[in-house]
């Protein structure tokens, strides 16, 4: 434990104010002179250092209490590690292997020390540099079907799921960035927005698009009210950390109750803004690695149906869809699955759809477009994308088959808006 | 407040515990030689006491730990006063003058004082007497558009709307009687179902329809998950005292957040079983009435309709479809607002063909049919009530206008199926 109040860590009193928490000394030995202390922290939220010695290493994540981003003009409250800490306890039980560990969590301090993913990089980074990750698909398809199915009432006692609600109902702040910045602030001319160059008509496009519109606010009905399960809630590319074969998620503290399709559709939205980005990332073998991009998101639905379609078989002991109903009478259940499974692939099209406008429209922006200097290119690849986004949302019913979302991937990325 | 940890009343030791409690003698005066004390409780879980005297008249409510219709086998939580008074409050205060006062809550005696009404009578009672309520549709459908629209993010704060929900999702125990004699027991051979002889035939029907089962279970998910708005939770035509002209909505311990659809589905759904079973109660005038019912179900929707957009043009202050997307734009919110009501329209259906089933097939039937002695012609009517609620299951999506639902109840009404 830190005794006093809330401090920020710095790099020069880090190793001071924490030599005292054995769970963290276990790691990287007790004999301050020897550890190596580097803030790194690159999102939008907190600090980040890595502690290492020669005994081992360890991350230390400590909340801000303002949006690091924006800076001391929009507070945020540093409960949000409270939530981090209670979100990646239970992705660690659900999703085994899939987060970092979590040593040591000092809510007074905001603070978590948790394993250090190493050689890991951020998957977007890899994404932009063109590197392909094995089993990406798999762990993520997995990890997504895992934490929705055993954090639902398809699986936990009702009692559990329904004192969880609550607990995230308490993550108001975090969330709140995304009712504004994910779900309205693309389709109307706020504060916070910006825009590349050459993007205004197809604002003007999305703005004036009542139904397009309407369907968006449908999904963030979904997304506030829709307490399927706990979601991560910020499933992109930069909260992914891969080897050339491993991957885990990290990051969750926009961890909420939401639809069994959200996290999915994040997920797509970021993977589809690397495949639109491409094209001024490299031009060897750009179409094969886009092709990759597109075949880990195939291949993603299709992990998590298989491991949704295997935790319904053997773990469905929560109080939907009983068995008492189904396999108890001799009656298949599959149906019942399937009806479901449609469900959350529709619902996670239109939440993938949002993702890719807010991320070109509206504040915090993706480095795979972002990192495009020439603007008038950055604007065209990033108009292939918007135009998709409001397909998706406009058509997330009508889209049946992970072969007709490749096919209208590819048909936007032939299409020039502007 | 009273002394001492939890114990029920008395008529006897009613007087002399409450005496001291100022909110009831300023009601009924302290002079206890002059109160006039009956214990009226009809419900399944309650002690409910009327005590009057020359100055007035309260109602003494009071949790008991079990439920009462079945005994002390079932336990049951006293918090539900806890509810019942929060969700009173919130009812009283988004939809002024539909329930009834609340004068005084003790948490510790899980008891509550509130207004005597007077001459009402349970709205099933009068049901089945054949009597004409003025203005029930208008009061009803106001009731569920306030309380609906009022409780949700589309007009309150969103933090105001997550306390509620976190606080509302400490109700396990009472909304867990919804989710299995709503949702479960009719579906399957439950240890507390039972039936009228001679439903065999159509209870297999129910029970062996996969693809319907499957639909059960998505309205399941919606009631569980979809938090869209405070639910009374049992808006069943015992939930609703009326005088021929006056309706006020009583008990709402099985408040929790739930679809916006949930009540008025709850309620259709106890229409229709009185509109079904009119003809084992009537000869006279029998179409009359009946269509009257069937009017009420029209009106309500239609009132629900009317009251829920006008709170959408002019209290629409949460975070949902904010003006900033629409109005501030020059756009009209008409298509989204259209979208939304179609959207509660048939999952109230889908909650009405459920509910229809709950009633004749598991614990808790309604007097509309259990009131019937020939038990033939019990059977006869409870089938086509069934068969109907199987409609309304399957064919939610594409029931398109109150005309068509009209339709339906007369086509049900007139066929034999056993």
């Given at each position: 434990m830190i005794n006093g109040k809330y401090e920020p860590l710095t790099i020069q009193n880090l190793a001071r104010r924490l030599v005292l928490i054995p769970e963290l000394t276990a790691l990287v030995g007790a004999d301050i002179g020897c550890w190596d202390v580097k803030e790194v922290?690159?999102?939008?939220?907190n600090l980040v250092f890595i502690v290492k010695s020669s005994a081992g290493s360890a991350i230390i994540k400590q909340a801000l209490p303002y949006v690091r981003l924006v800076g001391d003009s929009w507070p945020l409250p540093l409960y949000r590690a409270f939530f981090e800490y209670h979100a990646l306890t239970r992705q660690a039980a659900r999703a085994k292997d899939s987060v970092p560990q979590v040593y040591y969590f000092d809510n007074n301090q905001a603070l978590i020390i948790m394993e250090y993913l190493e050689p890991h990089k951020i998957l977007r980074e890899k994404l932009i540099l063109g590197e392909t990750v094995d089993h990406l698909a798999d762990t993520l398809g997995k990890f997504c079907a895992r934490t929705a199915f055993r954090g639902s009432d398809l699986s936990l006692d009702t009692a559990k799921v329904k004192s969880d609600r609550a607990l995230f109902s308490g993550n108001v702040a975090i969330p709140a960035i995304t009712e504004g910045l994910?779900?309205?602030?693309?389709?109307?001319?706020?504060?916070m927005n910006s825009n590349t160059p050459g993007l205004e008509k197809i604002v003007e496009v999305l703005r004036s698009d009542i139904e397009m519109k309407s369907r968006v606010q449908h999904f963030f009905r979904l997304y506030s009210a829709q307490q399927d399960t706990m979601c991560?809630?910020?499933?992109?590319?930069?909260?992914i950390m891969c080897t050339s074969w491993d991957s885990k998620v990290i990051?969750?503290?926009?961890?909420t109750y939401g639809p069994f399709g959200f996290d999915l559709g994040m997920l797509f939205a970021n993977y589809f803004m690397a495949f639109f980005s491409q094209p001024e990332h490299r031009s060897d073998n750009l179409e094969g690695y886009q092709s990759w991009i597109l075949e880990v998101i195939v291949d993603t639905w299709e992990m998590f149906v298989e491991e949704f379609s295997q935790l319904w078989n053997?773990?469905?002991?929560?109080?939907?869809?009983p068995k008492t109903m189904f396999e108890d009478q001799g009656h298949s259940s599959e149906r019942a699955l399937q009806d479901l499974l449609n469900d959350i692939w529709r619902n996670s099209l239109g939440f993938c759809g949002i993702e890719m406008h807010r991320r070109c429209l509206?504040?915090?922006?993706?480095?795979?477009?972002?990192?495009?200097?020439d603007l008038g290119r950055r604007a065209s690849l990033e108009a292939r994308n918007l135009m998709m986004g409001r397909d998706l949302v406009l058509h997330s019913d009508n889209i049946s088959s992970t072969a007709d979302l490749v096919k209208l991937a590819h048909k936007f990325n032939a299409e020039n808006f502007i």
């Open positions: 922290g690159d999102g939008n939220l994910v779900f309205c602030d693309p389709y109307f001319n706020a504060e991560h809630g910020d499933l992109h590319s930069g909260s990051d969750p503290e926009f961890a053997t773990e469905r002991t929560g109080m939907l869809y509206s504040l915090a922006h993706n480095a795979d477009f972002e990192t495009i200097e």
